[in-house]
């Protein structure tokens, strides 16, 4: 079982920054695939950025560019480095790690972007 819990999300202006930070104690973190999702109001949750347990990154393209993910394999930590947001930015922010033959969630965060 891998435990996640998701911080960082706030009530932010457009164009500003927010790094997102996903904590996964006790788990073999090195080895797990980690992403983040986004889900908007309304809409279905899409997959935002992926980095691999070797460091390969893929990106959507809404957020190339502007969206940075990286790991902390000693911190077991996971974080999204977003610049210049937008509106449409806005939503709930999920991680998840996947590892042979299991996925997992966090309970997710709120990012909000205002005009």
């Known amino acids: 079982q891998v435990q996640l819990s998701e911080s960082g999300g706030v009530l932010v202006q457009a164009g500003g920054s927010l790094r997102l930070s996903c904590a996964a104690p006790?788990?073999?973190?090195?080895?797990?695939?980690m992403s983040w999702y986004r889900q908007a109001p309304g809409k279905e949750r899409d997959r935002v950025a992926r980095i691999t347990s070797i460091g390969t990154t893929t990106y959507a393209d809404s957020v190339k560019g502007r969206f940075t993910i990286s790991r902390d394999n000693a911190k077991k930590t996971v974080f999204l480095q977003m610049n210049s947001l937008k509106p449409e930015d806005t939503g709930v922010y999920c991680c998840?790690?996947?590892?042979?033959?299991?996925?997992?969630w966090g309970q997710g965060t709120q990012v909000t972007v205002s005009t």
């Open positions: 006790g788990s073999s973190f090195s080895t797990l695939t």
């Open positions: 998840q790690a996947i590892r042979t033959g299991a996925t997992y």
